[in-house]
T-cell receptor, first 111, second 108 residues
Framework: NAGVTQTPKFRVLKTGQSMTLLCAQD?????MYWYRQDPGMGLRLIHY???????AKGEVPDGYNVSRLKKQNFLLGLESAAPSQTSVYFC??????????FGPGTRLTVL | DAKTTQPNSMESNEEEPVHLPCNHS???????IHWYRQLPSQGPEYVIH???SNVNNRMASLAIAEDRKSSTLILHRATLRDAAVYYC?????????FGPGTRLSVLP
């Protein structure tokens, strides 16, 4: 099992550009999450999904959109990137209440 | 929103027990307490979680105060591989609130 994988690992964008981050899990988990982590800080929840076709806002959803068209994939989109969105993005999945399994992260820089 | 407070950093000697404290005075009755740790350049790793009772697993123990306003993560014998940032997290529904965490250093 690959667990949770994230694509890409690194990306540099210019202000105003758009991009999509892909998260994939092969554990058949219902729940999936997107977090961002700024330097020296803990993770903050952006959006989450409790099952295929569902999404919900977390603590810091502004500027991001998500989709969960397939159970194994959770996409995070930035329609018009801003320097404030420079961060490390982590995806996680969970079978339910309890342990979350995290991916290796995507380091995004917006110039 | 419920929040957690933790010491910024702690040190421990190898093979000694470590007690990592966390205060969560605004916790609600249905909030779960989670602990995760994060090594440099990696995603967080699950350690343990609980609601009201103390919990043990192969990695650690979680001691929850009777009023649930604080908890302590106990590593029974610290190893060099336990050096990481430890996060105490409250969960309500599917919302997980991370604090800045405690950076644990383990001295050989």
């Amino acid at each position: 099992n690959a667990g949770v994988t994230q694509t890409p690992k690194f990306r540099v964008l210019k202000t105003g550009q758009s991009m999509t981050l892909l998260c994939a899990q092969d554990m058949n988990h219902e729940y999936m999450y997107w977090y961002r982590q700024d330097p020296g800080m803990g993770l903050r929840l952006i959006h989450y999904s409790v099952g295929e076709g569902t999404t919900a806002k977390g603590e810091v959803p502004d500027g991001y959109n998500v989709s969960r068209l397939k159970k194994q994939n959770f996409l995070l989109g930035l329609e018009s990137a801003a320097p404030s969105q420079t961060s490390v993005y982590f995806c996680a999945s969970s079978p339910g209440r309890g342990e979350q399994f995290f991916g290796p992260g995507t380091r995004l820089t917006v110039l | 929103d419920a929040k957690t407070t933790q010491p910024n950093s702690m040190e421990s000697n190898e093979e000694e027990p470590v007690h990592l404290p966390c205060n969560h005075s605004t916790i609600s009755g249905t909030d779960y307490i989670h602990w995760y740790r994060q090594l440099p350049s990696q995603g967080p790793e699950y350690v343990i979680h609980g609601l009201t009772s103390n919990v043990n697993n192969r990695m650690a123990s979680l001691a929850i105060a009777e009023d649930r306003k604080s908890s302590t993560l106990i590593l029974h014998r610290a190893t060099l591989r336990d050096a990481a940032v430890y996060y105490c997290i409250l969960q309500w529904g599917q919302n997980f609130v991370f604090g800045p965490g405690t950076r644990l250093s383990v001295l050989p």
